[in-house]
């Protein structure tokens, strides 16, 4: 059994800037891929970056430059640090990873 447990949420303003984090815990192997994804009302869920234990990471175009993946793999650990927020990364993120999902946090990006 996997849980993952996501926090760092919020209101935030255009410009402005938020880190989510993603605590996992049960039986997660340590090769595992973490990913954030995202859903804004009315939309699909979409990709937001992932990384690998290795350290490689990958992003949406709409995101690149702004968001910031990493993770500690000592605290089965995956952030998101993302700077320069816009309205349209309103949306739940998610955190993902081994066909398991976190329960999502609502970003808000409004002035």
């Known amino acids: 059994q996997v849980q993952l447990v996501e926090s760092g949420g919020g209101l935030v303003q255009p410009g402005g800037s938020l880190r989510l984090s993603c605590a996992a815990s049960?039986?997660?192997?340590?090769?595992?891929?973490m990913a954030w994804y995202r859903q804004a009302p009315g939309k699909q869920r979409e990709l937001v970056a992932f990384?690998?234990?290795?350290?490689?990471?990958n992003y949406a175009d709409s995101v690149k430059g702004r968001f910031t993946i990493s993770r500690d793999n000592a605290k089965n650990t995956v952030y998101l640090q993302m700077n320069s927020l816009k309205p349209e990364d309103t949306a739940v993120y998610y955190c993902?990873?081994?066909?398991?999902w976190g329960q999502g946090t609502q970003v808000t990006v409004s002035s």
């Open positions: 990384i690998t234990t290795d350290g490689i990471t």
């Open positions: 049960g039986s997660i192997s340590r090769l595992s891929v």
């Open positions: 993902y990873t081994n066909f398991h």
